[in-house]
């Protein structure tokens, strides 16, 4: 069953939203700020997290600059309509994905449900067959397990580096433009502008580089794009 961690400060809605995420079969643990979320990601195995951005004690934007420090579990965030700073500032911190306020159940469990399929939690798991990895030189992706490794070491990736980074591998030496990018890692109706993936971009050179300081297989072309070199 897959488990999801709920942060909000909004009673009303921890009840209402947990209740119809549990209809679907998710089990569901609420938390009331960032604080006691933030501890219980770092103790249990979630699979997604969804939080909300304006809260005391420890909002949303700090809570997932925290956890990213560890983990790659998938984030959405809930936000106010009027906060389009802070939604694209949660996209380039590494954020999955967000949805404002007031917004229908319906559609935030389909955005769950769009995530959990892109992170291959619907896939067998321990199965590994050819067809699921990519091999590019020291980089292989397993595509059922969403592993990363670079020279046989483990990279952790967020859900949209890792669907960043397989667009790109996808085709070597082919120039990916930033809207191609958008596509392969975003939902049609989710706005990005150019400097999300950019940030992106700089992050997953940041991981590799941390196990291998002479990586230099993402190349930026400017005012292009990017490609991966083998």
């Not at 947990?18 to 501890?39: C, M, N, P, Q, R």
């Not at 979630?46 to 700090?62: C, Q, S, T, V, Y």
């Not at 956890?67 to 579990?73: G, T, V």
């Not at 120039?175 to 989710?190: F, T």
Request: glycine residues 4%; contains cysteine; negative net charge.
């Amino acid at each position: 069953m897959v488990k999801i961690c709920l942060i909000d400060d909004d009673q009303n809605i921890l009840a209402s939203l947990s209740l119809a995420l549990k209809s679907e079969k998710f089990d569901v643990e609420t938390y009331s700020d960032g604080i006691s979320g933030l501890e219980a990601l770092k103790d249990d195995d979630f699979d997604i997290a969804i939080l909300d951005i304006k809260m005391p004690r420890l909002d949303g934007l700090e809570v997932l600059q925290k956890l990213r420090n560890s983990s790659d579990i998938p984030v959405i965030f809930l936000t106010s309509k009027d906060d389009e700073i802070d939604q694209l500032l949660g996209l380039k911190m590494g954020a999955d994905d967000y949805i404002t306020k007031p917004f229908s159940q319906k559609l935030l469990i389909e955005r769950v449900k769009v995530i959990l399929k892109r992170t291959s939690f619907s896939s067998k798991e321990n199965q590994i067959n050819n067809e699921s990895l990519i091999k590019r030189g020291n980089l292989l992706l397993n595509m059922d397990r969403h592993e990363c490794h670079w020279k046989e070491e483990r990279i952790k990736l967020t859900v949209t580096e890792f669907l960043l980074l397989e667009s790109l591998v996808n085709r070597p030496g082919y120039v990916k433009n930033r809207d191609q990018l958008m596509s392969a890692a975003y939902s049609d109706d989710l706005y990005v502008d150019d400097r999300t993936i950019d940030s992106h971009i700089k992050r997953i050179r940041r991981k590799f580089k941390a196990i291998d300081k002479d990586f230099n297989s993402i190349e930026t072309l400017y005012g292009v794009g990017y490609r991966f070199n083998q």
